[in-house]
């Protein structure tokens, strides 16, 4: 096991006003991502546990591009990985933010 964390200052607050979301499910080559509503404006803060050891620069990297798309400044994301590869990932907290949207 390997935890991973990752904190970004964003550009605004994620619209919406959904206090927390979760999606997806942890099974063989998926993730769960739970959203919460927690932080500053501006703040960020992605928590990873990951099955996987050793990855921590293409997690960063996923969540650098992840960040500088969504924007999803207030959150605080939780992620719970069983071997996703990196697309799986991006989709999983794209369809998160966008839960946390409506």
């Known amino acids: 096991m390997e935890s991973l964390t990752f904190r970004h200052t964003t550009q605004k607050a994620l619209p919406g006003t959904k206090r927390e979301a979760i999606i ?3 099974a063989s080559g998926n993730l769960e991502v739970l959203l919460e509503r927690v932080l500053a ?3 960020c803060e992605i928590a990873i546990e990951t099955a996987i050891n050793g990855y921590g620069d293409v997690w960063e990297a996923v ?3 992840f960040v500088a798309r969504a ?3 207030g959150l605080r994301i939780s992620v719970n ?3 996703a590869r ?3 990932v991006s ?3 794209l369809q998160g ?3 946390m949207e409506d």
Do not use: K
């Open 24 to 26: 997806g499910v942890v």
């Open 41 to 43: 404006p501006d703040a």
């Open 81 to 83: 990985d069983g071997g």
């Open 71 to 73: 924007q999803p400044g």
């Open 97 to 99: 933010v966008r839960l």
């Open 86 to 88: 990196p697309d799986t």
């Open 91 to 93: 989709l999983r907290l």
């Open 63 to 65: 969540v650098a591009d």
